[in-house]
Nanobody, 121 residues
Framework: QLELTESGGGSVQAGGSLTLSCAAS????????MGWFRQNAWKERESVAR????????IYSESVKGRFTISRDNAKSLVYLQMNNLKPEDTAVYYC??????????????WGQGTQVTVSS
């Protein structure tokens, strides 16, 4: 099972950008789908972006499509989420996850501790 550690969260004004990173430890990283989820106080944890083991396939939620980009570096066991044109509704704790294969959080078997992203208007 992978251990995941997120970094890069912070506070930014609307229209700004942030890049989140997720460092993975474990021998199976290169074989696993990776994803970013987010959760705030009034919503369930939701899928934001997913990327296949080889990086060839990416899937985004409609709310972030065109603004966020997920990528991975298998040589360094890293996953990134580039977030542009941030909106106040993007405010949430962002989690890195591995292995799910679906947008349902219960299907994913390893999680990071989360990193807070706050977007002010």
């Amino acid at each position: 099972q992978l251990e995941l550690t997120e970094s890069g969260g912070g506070s930014v004004q609307a229209g700004g950008s942030l890049t989140l990173s997720c460092a993975a430890s474990g021998s199976t990283f290169n074989l696993r789908e990776m994803g970013w989820f987010r959760q705030n106080a009034w919503k369930e944890r939701e899928s934001v972006a997913r990327i296949s083991w080889n990086g060839f396939r990416t899937i985004y939620s409609e709310s972030v499509k065109g603004r966020f980009t997920i990528s991975r570096d298998n040589a360094k066991s890293l996953v990134y989420l580039q977030m542009n044109n941030l909106k106040p509704e993007d405010t949430a704790v962002y989690y890195c996850a591995s292995g799910g294969g679906s947008p349902e959080a219960v299907e994913w078997d390893a999680w990071g501790q989360g990193t807070q992203v706050t977007v002010s208007s």
